[in-house]
């Protein structure tokens, strides 16, 4: 005799088949959050200077300006480069504290996303900018904000709930 699968037969059969996604969840923060944060960094970094020229009170040759931002690339570049040396060790325990907090299937929230990097963030701070709380509030709202960004990015692979039929 066929039994009728009820909605909760089919979720139980599929959560035993569906593979555990939270390993890849930190090879993405791994991999991703080093390299945005970089990118956070030089742009906040040029962006300050920018508007440190033009509201100076001083006149900024355009030559100056212009010599900015053609550095800019290479910049960006270095700053790419250098960001897994600086936000290594935050990727590393960001990642593996959302994986071991968000479900079985990879999902989590963005709530998860910020007490995650804000944590991580913190701590590999310390190892860093023991000396300088500014330096430690600059590396850890960098991690912060790119720990939201890969969240809003990979917001089809890490959130949203799928509807029943």
Do not use: C
């Amino acid at each position: 005799m066929i039994k009728d699968i009820t909605y909760k037969d089919f979720d139980e059969l599929e959560r035993k088949i569906e593979p555990d996604r939270r390993l890849p969840i930190f090879f993405i923060y791994l991999i991703f959050g080093p390299p945005i944060g970089g990118v956070i960094f030089a742009i906040g970094w040029f962006g300050a200077l920018f508007i440190s020229q033009i509201s100076s009170t001083t006149i900024v040759p355009a030559e100056a300006l212009w010599t900015h931002a053609q550095a800019f690339p290479l910049f960006l570049l270095l700053s790419i480069v250098f960001s897994y040396l600086f936000g290594g060790v935050q990727a590393i325990l960001t990642g593996l504290f959302i994986s071991a907090f968000a479900k079985r299937n990879g999902k989590f929230g963005y709530r998860m996303a910020l007490l995650a990097s804000f944590s991580g963030s913190l701590l590999g701070g310390l190892l860093f900018a023991r000396d300088s709380l500014t330096f430690l509030a600059l590396l850890t709202a960098i991690g912060v904000l790119a720990s939201i960004l890969i969240r809003f990015v990979f917001r089809n692979r890490f959130g949203g709930v799928v509807a029943k039929p």
